[in-house]
């Protein structure tokens, strides 16, 4: 079973979803793109549907990421088939406890930028869709720097074994698949 990982954003059309094709790009430089799940998704559902903001897909493109993208919103009855929900910022990290429905579940919650030791006490990454480019290679220059914090805590997460499968009780309750 793949060790998966969702980012969240407010309306995953900017930071998830930039997070997520940065963090897909280094895990498969790593080679473990059989091991390894990346995905992302929005606490609020304005935006399902809808692709990526025009800025985000032209910051990932000009620095050599995919961007193939569609929005859709965080679901409750996703924790149990994640390993590791990333939340972009504080608001996104108190909405997504809010959905979560066990102790187990709340602990599978981090804040990306505590994956950057050189973050310091500022671990929100800021919401560029209010301002221009710069806003987005400043996300994108704050996700790369602690994406390697995170495949290191997504690697030792994979050698801890493989997760447990879902109880039956929560079967079909897994993120519906994505292609990339």
Partial sequence: ????????????ICRSPLAEHVFRARVEEAGLGGAVEVDSAGTGGWHEGDGADPRTVAVL???GYTSGHT????????FP???LVVALDE?????????ARTPDEASKIRLLRSYDPSAGDALDVPDPY????????ECLEMTEAASEGLLAAVREGLRS??????????????IEERTP
């Fill in 1 to 12: 079973m793949a060790y998966r990982v969702c980012f969240v954003c407010t309306g995953n």
């Fill in 61 to 63: 493109e000009e620095h």
């Fill in 71 to 78: 929005a859709r919103q965080f679901r409750a009855s996703w």
């Fill in 81 to 83: 088939a994640l390993d």
């Fill in 91 to 99: 608001g996104h990290v108190r909405e997504l406890r809010r959905l």
């Fill in 130 to 137: 209010y301002g221009g480019p710069e806003g987005f290679e």
């Fill in 161 to 174: 074994g493989p997760r447990e499968p879902l109880p039956e009780e929560h079967r079909g309750d897994e």
